[in-house]
Nanobody
Framework: QVQLVESGGGLVQAGDSLRLSCTFS????????QGWFRQAPGKEREFVAA????????AYADSLKGRFTISRDNAKNTVYLQMDSLKPEDTAVYFC????????????????????WGQGTQVTVSS
């Protein structure tokens, strides 16, 4: 059973930064993609960013480019989401997801490619 554990969420003020972490417990995979999604109250889950382990290929939601940065530590099976200049509209539950198959960056935003999901971590940005 694969487990994804997110951490780093919390309550911050507008303009602050947060770094989310997601670690998965599985034998090291030769290739996978880890993604971040978020879901605000009353809204659908939306893609935030994703990164492929093997070569670091990334994809971002257009609206978040420049403020959010995804990175990985392969040795720790961990992916990070650095969120800067946070806005109240960034308030959401942030979910980590893991895809264990090869995918191209243009597909990283598709929830259907991910095999495993974390429980989510709450991020609240006050104005």
């Amino acid at each position: 059973q694969v487990q994804l554990v997110e951490s780093g969420g919390g309550l911050v003020q507008a303009g602050d930064s947060l770094r989310l972490s997601c670690t998965f417990s599985i034998r090291t995979l030769s290739t996978y993609t880890q993604g971040w999604f978020r879901q605000a109250p009353g809204k659908e889950r939306e893609f935030v960013a994703a990164i492929r382990r093997s070569d670091g290929s990334t994809a971002y939601a257009d609206s978040l480019k420049g403020r959010f940065t995804i990175s990985r530590d392969n040795a720790k099976n961990t992916v990070y989401l650095q969120m800067d200049s946070l806005k109240p509209e960034d308030t959401a539950v942030y979910f980590c997801a893991l895809n264990t198959r090869w995918s191209v960056p243009s597909h990283f935003s598709m929830p259907s490619i991910y095999d495993y999901w974390g429980q989510g971590t709450q991020v609240t940005v006050s104005s």
